[in-house]
């Protein structure tokens, strides 16, 4: 004789919108503006509604909003708490700070709308000057000539070495005699 034994292993069903629990008696206390989760009765927001009952309305014009928070994440090109500012950033050359609207440029580009071309070599302008910021190793107007300072920084404007203690010469190569020190290793 041969016995079959099967094993059947249900899935919960989904409970009506606005039941929760293993039997699905449980009522919602989520306003009409979300529905239940099935297990923890916990309140799942519908787009444009927050909080913990989904009873507040989101006033995101051009963004989600955090059904959590009530705050919104702005789709690119607004900003503002309600995302209802348009970006005046030049696109593909900026980001838009979706809290404040100011334009944050991509490297090779400055200015308010980040709309002028950065001419620095091995350095990023001035976001709001276009002035070149040169780094270290780097000097000049465009940051363009390279630092001949061995044991020193150079001033980036007329680069000019500033040597490390125990160090002189006009590119710092020449090492202070014992007991010397300071700037030009005049001082015992």
Known sequence: MHVLMWFCFCLPAECPDQFWGPDCRNVCACHRNGRCEARTGRCLCYRGYWG???????????????????SCQCEAGWWGHDCSKLCRCETGKSVCDP????????PGYWGTRCNL??????????????????????????CQRRCACLHGFCNSTNGHCVCQPGYHGTTCNQPCLTGRYGESCSKR
């Open 52 to 70: 913990p009952r989904c009873s507040r309305k989101c006033d995101c014009l051009h963004g989600q909003c955090d059904s959590s928070t009530g």
């Open 99 to 106: 809290q404040t609207g100011r334009c944050l440029c991509s």
């Open 117 to 142: 071309l950065c001419y620095c070599h091995h350095s990023a302008c001035g976001q709001l000057t276009g002035v070149c910021e040169c780094t270290a190793g780097w000097w000049g107007p465009l």
